[in-house]
Structure formats: C-alpha cells, structure tokens
C-alpha cells in the first residue's frame, strides 16, 4: 500500500490560458528531466494465461517531478513526441529496459521477457536499427527477448520507411507488437503492412468482456485473426476475473492488466518469486 501511494500519479493538465506558456516550460522541464534522472521505468508483467506465469514485462516510463510527483506519459510523450525529445527518452528507456531485462534473466536463469514502446519519432530516427543493435550487444540480451511495440501511428508517417525499418529490426531476431490493435482507422490495412509477431488487443475492447456480446464476439474474432496470421496475442488490460475467465474460454494466449500486476518499479517485481513451487 505503501509502494501504491508513492507511485500513485498527478496530472500535470494547465488551464486553457496557461496552456502554451505550460508547454513551453513543461518541455524545457522535460529536456532537463530526461538529463538529470527524473524519469523512471516501471514495469508490468505479461501473464501466459496458460500456467498463469509471468513471461516479461512492459516497461512504462514515468517523470519524478520535483514537485508534482509521478507524472504519466499522457502528460509529456505526445509533447516530446511533437517536439523530437522522445528519440532521446526514447533510448534511455530502451537502455534501462534492455538492461533490466537482461538482470532478471540472470537471475532467474529464464528468458524475460522485455517489451519496449517504440513511438512514430523513434522509428523514423535513422539510427534506431543501429541504437537497438548497441544496446542488445551492451547488454548481452538475446534479441527474442525484446519486443518493439508500435502503433498505427508509425503508418501515419512515412509507410515505406516504417515497414523497412520494422523488417530491420525484425532481422536482428526483435520481436515487433501491433500495440491497441482494434482502436485505428484502419485495423486490417495496418495488419497487412505492417511485419509483426505479436497482437495487442486494446483495453477499450477487453473492458466489456462477458458483459457485452458484441466486445466479445469482436476479441474472439481478433484471436482468431491472430492465430491464423501466427502472431501471438496479448490482451491488454484485464481488471477482472470475468474478463480474465472469458479469455481462457477463448484461449487467448497472454494478458497484462491491473488483475495481475500493475506498472511499478523493478525492485518491486519479483520475477524468482514468481516460480510456481514444484516447477
Ligand atoms: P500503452 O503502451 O497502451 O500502455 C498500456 C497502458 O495501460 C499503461 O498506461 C498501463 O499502465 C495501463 N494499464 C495497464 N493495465 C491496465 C488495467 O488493467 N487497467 C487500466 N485502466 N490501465 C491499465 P501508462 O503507463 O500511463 O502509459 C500510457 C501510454 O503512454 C502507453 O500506452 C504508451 O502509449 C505511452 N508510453 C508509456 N511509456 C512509453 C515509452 O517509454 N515510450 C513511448 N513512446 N510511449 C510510452
Ligand atoms: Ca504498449
Ligand atoms: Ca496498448
Ligand atoms: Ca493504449
């Protein structure tokens, strides 16, 4: 409960006449943040729905504000999106991630895994492919180990680009996630271009679950889409043991959600512990 209060987070949203001086000083905080080690990665775990174990972890990133406590990335990465700061925090969570990872898998002697936010910035850095290549060398991470989730944000951009730079990545041996798969305009277009391993199915779909027929009807369906495309799927945000039930009745392979662990620092996870005596 303790842990729960510190990390519990504010919001750092202005009134409509202090907006843009806001910006401008939340950016020049954030350039200065991202140098000065405010920014923190927590860390939440992906469940296999088979044996209820824990196979990797999200990272999220998070800004200790001075003084305005846990700031969540709604408040700033579409601002360092915008503004091209997102490359270099970016990296640094990348790094931290990749390590941490690295860490647990030594001290578990199991793979875990690491899945990454890549943003649409990010992508099209040309030295992104180079920068994740450093970083698996660095650490020593098996390049399985790693997953890059992107959004359809990344087709929002340059196309040609995108899909060459995700195949890259893909050679190194990353794995590549459709990030809040259903949420776009154009759910199958994004699925047909884009190389991919792995399918999220956004929380807004997974939140009615056994309560509403239609939601339920469209995850089975995007299950099914991904097992015949053989990506694996994760569904995101899981709260409750109704939705978590509906999901092993559809045997839907993985699921992160409040239900099994929340975002938090890595000192907080256990991932040894999370062995299940006998195994
Ligand atoms: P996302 O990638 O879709 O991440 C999942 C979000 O859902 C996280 O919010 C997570 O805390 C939240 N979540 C997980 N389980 C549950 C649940 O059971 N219920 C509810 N209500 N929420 C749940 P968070 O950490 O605030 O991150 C929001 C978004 O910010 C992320 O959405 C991602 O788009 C972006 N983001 C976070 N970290 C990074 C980063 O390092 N780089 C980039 N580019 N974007 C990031
Ligand atoms: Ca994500
Ligand atoms: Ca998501
Ligand atoms: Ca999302």
Known sequence: AKALGK????????????????????????????????????YQPTIDLADGRTTGYEALVRWRHPGRG?????????????????????RWVLERAVSQAAAWTAETGRPIGIAVNLSPRQLSDDDVVTVVARVLADT??????????VTEGVLLRDVDEAV????????????IAIDDFGTG??????????????LKIDRSFVQDLGSDGRSTTLVAS?????????????AEGVETPQQHAVLGDLACSHAQGYLFGRPLPAPAHDPVGDMPSGA
């Open 222 to 234: 995007m299950i099914e889409l991904a097992r015949s495309l053989g990506l694996e799927v994760v």
């Open 70 to 90: 846990l700031v969540p990335p709604a408040e700033f990465i579409p601002q360092a999106e915008a503004s091209g700061l997102v490359v270099e925090i970016g």
């Open 7 to 42: 990390n519990r987070m504010v919001r750092y949203v202005p009134g409509m006449a202090e907006a843009a001086q806001c910006e401008a000083d939340l950016l020049q905080d954030l350039a200065a943040a991202t140098r000065s080690g405010q920014l923190e990665v927590h």
């Open 185 to 198: 305009y154009s759910s199958m277009a994004y699925l047909r271009r884009l190389p991919a391993d792995v």
């Open 140 to 149: 020593g991470l098996p390049a399985g180990q790693l997953t890059l989730e």
């Open 164 to 175: 060459g730079r995700l195949a890259a990545l893909r050679a190194l041996g990353v794995r």
